[in-house]
């Protein structure tokens, strides 16, 4: 069964499931946000009335830097709408397949 390509005829996911996103995102992002917070604010404690305890700091940041990258790139990619409309390629690619039984016939 096909389905219409055209994004104005699909049926829209409805609110709630942006809700139930939304409400995991922050029982899942907050607590691992909450607990590297803490670690970081630890070790940054360590880091400045121990300096042996430096060599913990370069990882962290590499990893705060990698995370920010990512972030920009989520952004962007959320910018540019690339999330706009992610099962328009599989209708897309279905209609073209009966476009092409169609001419094989």
Same mark, same amino acid.
């Given at each position: 069964?096909?389905?219409?390509?055209?994004?104005?005829?699909?049926p829209?996911?409805?609110?709630?499931?942006?809700?139930w996103?939304?409400? *995991?995102i !922050?029982?899942f992002?907050?607590? #691992?946000?909450?607990g $590297?917070?803490t670690?970081f604010?630890?070790?940054? @404690?360590?880091f400045?009335?121990?300096?042996?305890?430096?060599?913990?700091? *370069?990882? !962290?940041?590499?990893?705060?830097? #990698?995370?920010?990258? $990512?972030?920009?790139?989520?952004?962007w990619a959320? @910018?540019n709408g690339?999330?706009?409309?992610?099962?328009?390629?599989?209708?897309?690619?279905?209609?073209?397949?009966r476009?092409?039984?169609?001419?094989?016939?």
């Amino acid at each position: 069964m096909l389905r219409a390509a055209n994004p104005e005829e699909r049926p829209q996911p409805p609110k709630r499931n942006r809700a139930w996103a939304i409400l *995991t995102i !922050i029982f899942f992002i907050g607590p #691992a946000m909450y607990g $590297f917070g803490t670690k970081f604010y630890e070790l940054v @404690r360590v880091f400045q009335g121990d300096p042996a305890g430096a060599f913990a700091v *370069t990882p !962290i940041v590499n990893y705060l830097l #990698a995370s920010f990258g $990512f972030v920009l790139l989520f952004g962007w990619a959320a @910018r540019n709408g690339m999330f706009r409309d992610i099962e328009c390629p599989k209708f897309e690619m279905l209609e073209n397949e009966r476009r092409l039984d169609t001419l094989e016939r």
